[in-house]
């Protein structure tokens, strides 16, 4: 059991300069998966990263958003597919299975429905129920500012890093990182992630 998560920068041509999106795609990609085999950019814009831990699925999406977000006027469409794996190819999108299969047809279903986080499994009812509070989370996060999706990146990056020591990073003071943290409403979503975790236990 594995999972997949197929994205593309919504807006990407809107920045003159790829290289500027395209270095924050990869280090954010290198930095939930150090392994490159794991993971890809292909056809400009669009990307696939393999989540072995599927657990971890909704985090590394969560993470990969703030990533993208941090950049004033993208955004990023993310389809999780959570199953199995039947082939391993020299490189991810190469190789095949389940997780593939349900994460390609989410992300093609996204455009369609126009909404930015989808997951696919083999459990219906666990699918309308996660979607649902996707749904919901997106209400936030689709309207994230820059700064609100910075500070996700870095809280996500260093999750026992006190206010006071992100502050130092950006050059803010800790009062101005509790009330971005609270405007991008972090303590929700990882409450989000921490249920999310506990569901995907149902997936044999």
Same mark, same amino acid.
């Given at each position: 059991?594995?999972?997949?998560?197929?994205?593309?920068?919504?807006?990407?041509?809107?920045?003159?300069?790829?290289?500027?999106?395209?270095?924050?795609?990869?280090?954010?990609?290198?930095?939930?998966?150090?392994?490159?085999?794991?993971?890809?950019?292909?056809?400009?814009?669009?990307?696939?990263?393999?989540?072995?831990?599927?657990?971890?699925?909704?985090?590394?999406?969560?993470?990969?958003?703030?990533?993208?977000?941090?950049?004033?006027?993208?955004?990023?469409?993310?389809?999780?597919?959570?199953?199995?794996?039947?082939?391993?190819?020299?490189?991810?999108?190469? *190789?095949?299975? %389940?997780?593939?299969?349900?994460?390609? #047809?989410? /992300? !093609?279903?996204?455009?369609?429905?126009?909404?930015? @986080? =989808?997951?696919?499994?083999?459990?219906?009812?666990?699918?309308?129920?996660?979607?649902?509070?996707?749904?919901?989370?997106?209400?936030?996060?689709?309207?994230?500012?820059?700064?609100?999706?910075?500070?996700?990146?870095?809280?996500?990056?260093?999750?026992?890093?006190?206010?006071?020591?992100?502050?130092?990073?950006?050059?803010?003071?800790?009062?101005?990182? *509790?009330?971005? %943290?609270?405007?991008?409403?972090?303590? #929700?979503? /990882? !409450?989000?992630?921490?249920?999310?975790?506990?569901? @995907? =236990?149902?997936?044999?």
């Amino acid at each position: 059991m594995t999972s997949i998560i197929t994205g593309d920068i919504i807006k990407s041509k809107s920045i003159k300069d790829p290289e500027i999106w395209l270095t924050k795609l990869k280090q954010g990609l290198s930095t939930v998966e150090q392994d490159t085999s794991k993971w890809d950019i292909y056809r400009g814009d669009s990307f696939q990263i393999e989540v072995t831990n599927i657990q971890d699925s909704f985090k590394t999406a969560l993470y990969i958003k703030a990533c993208i977000k941090s950049i004033k006027g993208l955004d990023v469409r993310l389809a999780i597919g959570v199953g199995t794996k039947s082939f391993q190819g020299e490189k991810i999108t190469e *190789s095949n299975g %389940q997780a593939f299969q349900f994460s390609g #047809e989410t /992300l !093609e279903s996204l455009k369609k429905e126009k909404v930015n @986080l =989808k997951i696919k499994t083999s459990n219906e009812t666990l699918n309308t129920e996660l979607n649902l509070y996707f749904k919901l989370a997106l209400v936030i996060m689709d309207h994230w500012t820059a700064n609100s999706a910075e500070i996700v990146k870095l809280s996500l990056e260093q999750p026992n890093a006190l206010q006071e020591e992100l502050g130092k990073q950006i050059g803010i003071n800790q009062n101005a990182i *509790s009330s971005r %943290q609270k405007r991008a409403h972090l303590e #929700e979503l /990882l !409450e989000l992630e921490t249920m999310y975790r506990q569901k @995907l =236990k149902q997936i044999k």
